[in-house]
């Protein structure tokens, strides 16, 4: 795909308005038809964003999508750079997605169409027309009606945005949800402040988010009710790969063979699910030592790969396991099934060796040095460790719900 022209800013030009400063947009909200659906993304888009614009346009009358890798919660510049490198591609995946709408909209004669040039169509006082959103429940109603990517200056106005505990600036701190299952305090801090951010700046009536990222949620979900932030957080659910590994922006830097080694990481949580879901066992000691017994049986597949000089092992570990309360995220030793419960899972994938085990007849026969160069290694050629997270999400028992 060649790349997109770009402005002076260096921004690539796109045919859906793009908008860096708070100002602009402030003065486009009033101009928006109603609902107004924010989907707040860091960039490097797949199919999972995808699914989430697909959503925000089926409930929304227009869509402000949000690029912005926060540094606030980003702990290298190196982050920051690969986000930053993806606008061509991201841009027209939306621009892609926003032609989809026109022609669903088209088809469907649906009146509301979004506001792209920023002149409502609906007249001054009219209310938001709920006719239009059943009509239509589940196609898509709405366009892009903008690009949102700020400056840092836009986001941060008095400090430059900061990961340290005791940064300077203005941040929110969400307790004790950020402790609980991933104990990343200062990470989910920069995550409220910038979404908090986002929702005063974006006036949205909903904002969409995915389940992958359940402590996100439950984090988010707290920062506005205690804030009393007057937008419904939509929980989308999460897209897979073939594998069940949920997709990410960052499942592309793992390379081949830690890649095909990722898959474990659902299989584990999955069939941790299937003994709630089926077997309706409640105890957490029993449900996670299913999960366990899964990464057990896949550290030993690994193991003997590299102890026969078969091929080329990775090697993993477990980092936590993880049953909780899903409002709370207190871990629990029994699920409440009218409740349910959120089980969360980290592996961390080790750095690849040079050999990994290799016998030097198989090393011979394959040329390990070239397969080495022409592999796909990943992330700054395997040598990184890298931390993968998965939650899946024990739904309450219906049945007991209802005779409550």
């Keep these: 795909m060649a790349p997109l022209s770009t402005t002076s800013s260096g921004i690539p030009k796109s045919s859906i308005p793009i908008i860096q400063a708070i100002p602009p947009l402030r003065a486009l909200h009033p101009k928006l038809s109603r609902p107004i659906g924010l989907v707040p993304t860091m960039g490097m888009l797949h199919s999972g964003h995808a699914h989430l614009i697909r959503t ?12 912005y890798a926060n540094p606030a919660q980003l702990l290298s510049s190196e982050d920051n750079a690969s986000y930053a490198s993806n606008l061509d591609a991201d841009i027209a995946m939306l621009e892609e997605l926003d032609s989809e709408f026109a022609a669903a909209v088209s088809s469907t004669g649906s009146s509301s169409q979004g506001d792209r040039n920023g002149v409502s169509e609906i007249e001054e006082g009219r209310a938001p027309s709920g006719e239009n959103m059943s009509r239509n429940e589940g196609k898509p109603m709405a366009r892009i009606a903008a690009i949102l990517i700020p400056t840092n200056e836009a986001m941060y106005p008095t400090h430059p945005p900061s990961t340290l505990a005791r940064g300077y600036g203005s941040y929110i701190t969400i307790s004790p949800l950020s402790t609980r299952l991933e104990n990343r305090p200062t990470y989910y801090r920069g995550v409220a402040t910038v979404v908090l951010k986002l929702f005063n700046a974006v006036k949205p009536d909903k904002a969409f988010f995915g389940e992958k990222d359940a402590q996100q949620v439950a984090v988010l979900k707290r920062m506005v009710e205690d804030f009393l932030v007057d937008v419904e957080i939509v929980v989308v659910g999460t897209v897979r790969e073939e594998d069940g590994l949920a997709k990410g922006s960052r499942n592309a830097l793992l390379g081949t063979r830690r890649r095909v080694v990722a898959g474990v990481l659902w299989r584990a949580l999955s069939k941790a699910e299937s003994l709630y879901r089926e077997e309706g066992l409640l105890r957490g000691e029993e449900i996670l030592g299913a999960a366990e017994t899964v990464f057990g049986e896949e550290i030993k597949k690994q193991d003997g790969v590299r102890a026969e000089g078969k091929g080329k092992g990775v090697s993993f570990q477990t980092e936590w396991l993880r049953i909780a309360d899903p409002a709370s995220l207190e871990e629990i030793e029994e699920v409440d099934p009218r409740i349910g419960a959120i089980i ?34 990943g992330m700054n050629g395997g040598r990184e460790r890298i931390r993968l ?16």
Excluded: F
């Design 389 to 404: 997270i998965d939650y899946v999400v024990l739904r309450p028992k219906q049945e007991l719900i209802t005779n409550v």
């Design 344 to 377: 969360s899972g980290s592996i961390i994938l080790m750095p690849l060796k040079d050999d990994d085990g290799c016998s030097d007849e198989n090393k011979s026969k394959q040329g390990t040095r070239k397969a080495e160069e022409e592999e796909d290694r």
């Design 56 to 67: 925000a346009a089926a409930q929304s009358a227009n869509i402000i999508v949000s690029i």
